[in-house]
């Protein structure tokens, strides 16, 4: 079953020669359970898409279903299956942190007693019971987040659509963020679409990925997928101790393929190549003088630079 | 040396394009399984009402009660300078004095502020918040702009207290207040979530509700009798007038109450207006 379905999505803002396309022809399919995540740099239309999947922005053309009801024709239906985490939170910087919860809650059509349960169970999940009565616009940019993103969890809706949810937080609470929604999915199937920059949180979070240029999707898929799709290289990284043994053919070999910088080799190798090479070296006697080493798979980030690089010069082709 | 045959063998550019791994799978969501999901359903009025309203008034505890008290300095500070001004020996002026001082700390917070918060969330992108709950525009705009007229209630009460004292009127018409604050604080409140909605910029807003105080200023404290023809007219349109002219006959020793209650008619049917012209503004800022 389909959480969103959306098609031809396209959005423009502003008007005559000023007109600028934010969101140029998007169809995304977005399954019950996924976590779905939406990539891409300041100005790809990121924010355009998740605020039109709430039914907080009319497309220019183009469809969007959610559990199959028409959202850009009844536009309120999207707010009784989805919370939406948009990236101000200046309606709730003056409350408390637990009644900005409760009140979400109260507004998703919880009981006043209700809603004073989940808020206090929202609190201890993401470690904010300290802050609870501290007003939310008070608390550093980090708790400030972690505050507001607490409020899309009240009310538990099937589907939540985040802008940006780790933003400006710190390792921990951005783990909490995620084991938040990982748990939601696990118990309950729930859809989590979510904004991101963050290419770690891109690989540890993300079932799939539609990565965004210029509003359009350049690339939609698992994030192993995509980084397969660009190369199947890896990055093996060896930093020697002492010198390295240069008769030892594999290492002599290693070395013409590697960028040198001191004791450090990097080369990028076919998968099974890396893996060869570094069965060879940890049990052969070159490892009496290897001090470390990494095999990487490239990163998202590696992966967004080349399927944009690919889509800017089909531009000016 | 078969462990290192591929690297030995193959030089040339290590990075090739090769298939993606499991390419012949499906790239497709991950379908969960699971009953068929049911669309919530929308928040009810009065619940959604509640909720916004006590959210609301919980942000007086944190940030307003400062501006509580600037709305009555203001006023207090009015009276205290027009007792020096103004013949006092006329009874219409006393009463129209303290009324008008009392209605403006209403405009300073019901009328102003909330003007320049819903535009300030307005241009912050912040009425997402509201516009992506399933909840009834209308009871967005009826919580914040109830919350407002009460933030007015405790400056309008010192305000109206100390009016009544110094200008010599009876203290126990001050009952009046009940009807004239939940009147004139939802006309004007309705007035500034409309101003605050409709202003296509912030400082727009701010400019709106500055000016919608500044009329009542005017037009509510200065005694009707010293305005000239023209500006009588301007008076007679203002909604304010209204509240104004309600708390100040219930000063008279005789009171026609009729009177009172067709101004206080009048303030109603103005907050029914402006409420509804708000809720669709809000609407329409949505949807943009």
């Not at chain 1, 809650?105 to 989940?118: E, I, Y």
Request: glycine share 10%.
């Amino acid at each position: 079953m389909l959480s969103y379905a959306v098609r031809g999505l396209t959005r423009r803002h502003g008007a005559g020669e000023h007109a600028v396309l934010a969101n140029d022809g998007i169809d995304l399919d977005i399954g019950r359970g996924e976590v779905f995540g939406i990539l891409g740099p300041n100005g790809a239309g990121k924010t355009t898409l998740v605020r039109q999947l709430m039914g907080l922005l009319r497309p220019t053309s183009g469809s969007i279903h959610l559990f199959g009801a028409d959202v850009v024709a009844h536009p309120e239906t999207a707010g009784r299956a989805a919370a939406y985490l948009g990236q101000d939170d200046g309606a709730l910087a003056d409350l408390p942190v637990a009644l900005a919860i409760e009140t979400t809650a109260r507004l998703r059509g919880l009981t006043r007693a209700a809603a004073r349960r989940a808020g206090r169970d929202i609190l201890e999940e993401l470690g904010l019971v300290a802050l609870a009565d501290r007003s939310i616009g008070r608390l550093s940019g980090g708790q400030r987040r972690l505050a507001t993103f607490a409020t899309a969890l009240a009310g538990d809706r099937p589907v939540l659509v985040l802008d940006e949810p780790t933003t400006g937080l710190d390792p921990v609470a951005r783990r909490a963020v995620w084991r938040a929604l990982d748990r939601r999915r696990a118990s309950a199937g729930v859809t989590v679409i979510l904004v991101t920059h963050n290419v770690l949180e891109a690989e540890t979070v993300l079932d799939r990925v539609a990565v965004l240029d210029e509003g359009r999707v350049i690339a939609c898929d698992t994030p192993g997928r995509l980084k397969a799709s660009v190369s199947d290289a890896v990055r093996l990284d060896l930093v020697w101790r002492g010198d390295p043994p240069t008769d030892d053919p594999v290492v002599a070999a290693l070395e013409r393929r590697s960028a040198v910088t001191g004791r450090r080799w990097t080369a990028r190798l076919p998968a099974g190549e890396a893996r060869e090479a570094l069965g060879w070296l940890t049990t052969g006697p070159a490892f009496a003088v290897l001090d470390d080493f990494t095999l990487a798979t490239p990163s998202l980030e590696d992966v967004y630079l080349a399927l944009g690089g690919r889509a800017r010069d089909l531009e000016h082709a | 040396m078969s462990a290192v045959g591929p690297l030995a063998a193959v030089p040339g550019p290590i990075i090739a394009r090769a298939a993606a791994d499991g390419a012949d799978e499906a790239s497709g969501p991950a379908v969960g399984a699971g009953p068929a999901v049911v669309l919530g359903r929308r928040t009810a009025f009065g619940p959604a009402l509640a909720a916004v309203y006590t959210g609301q008034l919980a942000r007086a505890r944190v940030a307003r009660i400062p501006l509580l008290f600037v709305a009555a300095f203001q006023s207090v500070g009015i009276l205290l300078l027009l007792r020096g001004v103004v013949d006092t020996g006329s009874e219409t002026t006393r009463e129209q004095v303290v009324a008008g001082a009392s209605v403006l700390v209403v405009a300073f917070v019901a009328l102003n502020l909330l003007a320049q918060r819903f535009g300030a969330l307005r241009a912050a992108g912040a009425l997402d918040y509201y516009l992506s709950l399933p909840v009834p525009r209308s009871a967005v705009v009826l919580g914040t702009a109830g919350s407002y007229a009460t933030f007015a209630v405790p400056g309008t009460i010192v305000t109206a207290v100390f009016g009544a004292l110094l200008y010599d009127l009876p203290l126990d018409r001050l009952w009046m207040l009940a009807p004239v604050l939940v009147l004139a604080g939802a006309s004007l409140a309705g007035l500034g979530a409309a101003i605050g909605l409709l202003a296509p910029k912030p400082e727009l807003a701010t400019v709106g509700g500055q000016l919608g105080m500044s009329v009542v200023l005017f037009l509510g404290i200065i005694p009707a009798d010293r305005l000239p023809v023209v500006v009588r007219a301007v008076r007679a349109a203002v909604p304010s007038t209204y509240a104004v002219d309600a708390l100040a006959d219930s000063f008279h020793r005789h009171v026609h109450w009729w009177g009172v209650v067709v101004d206080l008619l009048v303030c109603a049917a103005v907050a029914v207006v402006s409420l509804a012209v708000a809720a669709a503004a809000l609407r329409r800022a949505g949807r943009a």
